[in-house]
């Protein structure tokens, strides 16, 4: 491979944490400098200021990609980062200025999320949710293994509510970036439509939508994850 192609930097969302892409960096193969980052999920500015810092670290071409709340840290990590070449969003939210988590996941009906969170306070203020154990399958990764999916309900990193109130601020990187969207039609944290909607409109390179495809397809579709990736890297 060229010395210029980009590393893949793969940034999870809620309810998940970086040893969900394990699948995915598997098929990737030894080919693909990876790397999978610890998204804080503390609130969409700070958590795509991480990022940002993860990406200068790097030190060289970058193609970002993120599921779920990630693609709301991707869109605004990006923007104005010279060593992005490409986004790819996986089951991921992909937000206009302003737009946040809640309003988009909410913008068309569908989603059964919120009847599964639990809340509670943390000491730097406001709550974090997380899905209860006993909901995670179901909700969450219906595709997954039942094993599997009990282990990831146990190692799931939670959120704060403020990271999924939070708009994006500034322009958003999908504008003038190239973009690749795939994403579940059984997704029942994001709307199949609400996916649809925000694919459409950031007029992506390409666009995989996934028959029976839960919003844990980092997990549940690794090979269809990575060949997505893939074309990314090698399209931009």
């Known amino acids: 491979m060229p010395d210029s192609q980009p590393t893949v930097v793969l940034v999870h969302g809620a309810f998940a944490e970086s040893a969900s892409w394990n699948g995915v960096i598997e098929r990737l193969g030894a080919g693909y400098d990876v790397v999978a980052a610890a998204n804080p999920l503390r609130g969409v500015a700070g958590d795509a200021a991480y990022v940002r810092d993860v990406i200068r670290g790097i030190g060289g071409p970058v193609t970002l990609v993120g599921h779920s709340y990630g693609g709301m840290v991707i869109t ?23 737009e946040s988590a809640l309003s988009l996941s909410g913008k068309f009906p569908g989603s059964t999320l919120a009847g599964t969170l639990v809340q509670y306070p943390v000491s730097t203020g406001g709550n974090e949710v997380a899905i209860g154990q006993d909901a995670y399958h179901a909700q969450f990764a219906a595709d997954v293994p039942p094993d599997l999916a009990a282990l990831m309900a146990r190692t799931q990193r939670p959120i704060t ?7 994006l601020s500034g322009a958003p990187a999908w504008r003038s970036l190239p973009s690749w969207f795939i994403f579940g039609d059984a997704d029942r944290n994001i709307p199949v439509a609400a996916h649809r909607f925000m694919a459409e409109r950031a007029e992506p390179r390409g666009q995989r939508e996934i028959v029976g495809g839960s919003h844990a397809m980092a997990v549940s579709q690794p090979s269809e994850i990575a060949e997505t990736i893939i074309e990314a890297v090698r399209g931009s």
């Open 76 to 98: 605004q990590a990006a923007a104005d980062e010279a060593s992005v070449r490409a986004l790819v969003y996986v089951n991921a939210f992909a937000p206009e200025t302003g």
């Open 161 to 167: 509510e403020q990271a999924l109130g939070d708009g």
